[in-house]
């Protein structure tokens, strides 16, 4: 009775409980080598990936020189570092300071940088390591001094960090930065007036730093002082408290510069942008989008009070539009577009982002409209076809969506893209034969490594669907080696295996799956059960236990664990008293004809058979005149058994 109950129970848990695939995290990267980073970067500006690929081209002309010293080579890499650093390629950047540091050990720069990027990637241990090392070479450095002592906050080092900004006050007496950490180590050890006091000497030092305002709240509601604290908190904002690093300085200046350079490239003629739009751009190219929008703002209002030409006017729409699209804002985005193609009708790309803003925002009709437009005038237009191709879909015109994919096809061959939506819609209709083929034909294109589980997943679960069980279990284990914790294939995986009677194999999978989403429920149900049904029962019973202490509240595992401590197979494992404890308490909880079996067979295996067999009793009066006859007949045998003082071992029932 119990593997019966078991097989129905995984088939619950594996139908539609597909768990959220967990993302893959980047690993750190190793020993440092010569060879040159080489990130992706196909999602930047032309003219970042011109200043790089110039660089990395430098650089490897530099390496073959015979004569080329590791000093002179350890600063080519620490250039092309920087120049990472300030795109954000985090990784990148981090490789090329460690080649650096490698080649010029006795150079604090390359230690000082990896500390930062360290920092921005939130490896706190390391960077305070390498802020240590870069300081024993440079001693008494007030911006390392600084990074570090905000590096040991943030891992609750506050008296380590306090000496730190203490030392940065004795050799700048009116280092703002120096007493803002002051005033951070004292609020983290609750000396709050003395955190008012250091907060209040910034404010001095640095009227503009908007952001200490919400700490200096903050200590001023702790101390009791409502009046202050509401004053100070009303004057938050995000302007942070600056202080001088010529290191950090240099990786700023490179960003700011190379954003002017793009700036420049979407301009036809700088003459057209004021010092404010031109900063708006820069802004947005190192991360402060809404001050750029600002800017921006700004500079559309100068302007129009300038009677400024239409065309410029557009423009400055454009960009604005597409700092509100990165500020996730696509209705007032939608706004500018429209208001730059009113001045500009001929801006096809901002036609475009006009109609990706309102597909984003819902406005989808509206977008296939905007789509069309330009199709109207490009019908070749690759981009634009899939665009209008995906709002069809989303809109569930798919003979509409089909039409644009098939033209792409033909336009675009080697689109894995194209392929896997057109796969998509033929699923969607029922042809699952040729979704499949188009599946098979992406993993022989360029797809990216990110994109082949997916792949793969896809076409397991057609092939499950069409019956082909052994295949769709290949498809998943492709998926799989390729990403591990992919969740939703792991968890098909597993139903698969337990559907086609590999238990073993399936309470792997499952247990795999619960290592990778702890916090899911059913995954740890379905792994003990089919640890059960592959006769695993100790294993099970660590499981099931091991659930119960994760979710002490949840009443399927109370009921799994009390019938498989009553009536496992394995006598070493049964365990009559916790038995009657758990069934005791699933029933107050639930008293169902099923928890009130549970609590009958767990009697039983505890030796009370009269407590057993007044509640078999009790349930049989209840059930059987209603209940089929092969339920009235199993009921009947486990009473008898405890008529005759024996334990229940359904669980050996076929």
Request: aromatic share 6%; proline share 4%; with cysteine.
């Amino acid at each position: 009775m119990i593997q019966k109950n078991a097989l129905h129970l995984l088939a619950m848990l594996t139908i539609g409980a597909l768990v959220p695939a967990v993302g893959v995290g980047q690993s750190s990267p190793g020993a440092p080598t010569l060879d040159i980073p080489r990130p992706d970067l196909s999602a930047m500006e032309k003219t970042a990936q011109d200043k790089i690929t110039s660089m990395q081209a430098s650089l490897e002309t530099l390496k073959q020189r015979q004569d080329i010293q590791p000093a002179e080579l350890a600063e080519a890499f620490g250039h092309l570092g920087q120049l990472f650093h300030a795109f954000r390629l985090l990784d990148s950047a981090e490789e090329s300071y460690q080649i650096s540091h490698r080649l010029s050990s006795d150079d604090y720069r390359w230690l000082y940088y990896l500390g930062l990027v360290q920092h921005a990637e939130g490896e706190l241990a390391s960077a305070i390591e390498r802020y240590e090392a870069a300081l024993a070479q440079h001693p008494d450095d007030p911006a390392i001094l600084l990074r570090l002592g905000d590096a040991l906050v943030e891992v609750d080092r506050t008296s380590d960090a306090q000496q730190r900004f203490e030392r940065v006050r004795e050799l700048e007496p009116t280092s703002a930065a120096a007493y803002y950490g002051l005033g951070k180590v004292a609020g983290f050890d609750n000396n709050f007036r003395v955190a008012v006091e250091h907060f209040e000497k910034v404010l001095e030092l640095q009227p503009d730093a908007s952001v200490v305002h919400y700490l200096l709240g903050q200590a001023y509601r702790k101390i009791g002082d409502l009046e202050k604290a509401r004053e100070h908190l009303q004057q938050r904002g995000q302007e942070e408290v600056v202080f001088t690093d010529p290191l950090g300085d240099q990786v700023a200046r490179l960003a700011k510069g190379t954003a002017f350079e793009i700036v420049l490239s979407l301009a036809e003629s700088a003459d057209e942008y004021t010092d404010e739009e031109f900063l708006g751009f820069a802004l947005s190219h190192f991360g402060d989008v809404r001050g750029s929008i600002k800017q921006l703002e700004q500079g559309l209002n100068l302007k129009q009070d300038a009677d400024a030409s239409p065309r410029e006017q557009s423009r400055v729409h454009y960009v604005l539009g597409g700092l509100l699209v990165n500020d996730g804002r696509d209705d007032e985005a939608s706004e500018h577009f429209e208001r730059a193609l009113e001045l500009a009708p001929n801006l096809t790309d901002a036609r475009i982002k006009l109609g990706n803003a309102q597909a984003r925002a819902g406005n989808l009709e509206k977008a296939i409209t905007t789509y069309d437009s330009v199709i109207a005038g490009q019908p070749q237009n690759a981009t634009v076809l899939l665009k209008r191709a995906s709002a069809l879909m989303a809109l569930g015109r798919e003979t509409d969506a089909r039409k644009d994919l098939e033209m792409l096809l033909t336009l675009s061959p080697e689109s894995s893209e194209v392929h896997v939506r057109l796969a998509s819609i033929l699923e969607k209709s029922g042809d699952l034969e040729s979704a499949i083929g188009l599946y098979s034909k992406v993993l022989e294109l360029e797809v990216t490594l990110k994109e082949k589980p997916l792949v793969h997943y896809r076409m397991a679960s057609l092939l499950s669907k069409m019956g082909h069980l052994d295949k769709a279990i290949e498809q998943y284990r492709a998926a799989l080696d390729l990403e591990p914790t992919l969740a939703p294939a792991l968890n098909n995986l597993a139903g698969l295996l337990a559907q086609v009677g590999k238990m073993d194999e399936a309470a792997e999978a499952f247990g795999s799956l619960v290592r990778i989403a702890p916090d899911q429920l059913q995954p740890r149900l379905a792994e003990a059960t089919a640890l059960i049904l592959s006769n695993q029962y100790s294993a099970a019973t660590a499981r099931l236990e091991a659930a119960l202490k994760r979710f002490p509240e949840e009443l399927p595992i109370k009921d799994i664990l009390a019938r498989h401590l009553a009536a496992a197979p394995d006598h070493e494992v049964r365990n009559g008293p916790r038995a009657v404890e758990l069934a005791l308490d699933l029933f107050d909880n639930v008293p169902s004809p099923e928890s009130a079996e549970t609590l009958a067979m767990a009697y039983a295996e505890a030796g009370r058979f009269d407590d057993a067999m007044k509640w078999q009793r009790q349930l049989i009066d209840e059930l059987v005149p209603d209940s089929d006859p092969e339920l009235a007949k199993r009921l009947a045998s486990n009473l008898a058994l405890y008529e005759r003082g024996e334990a229940c071992c359904a669980a050996t029932e076929n």
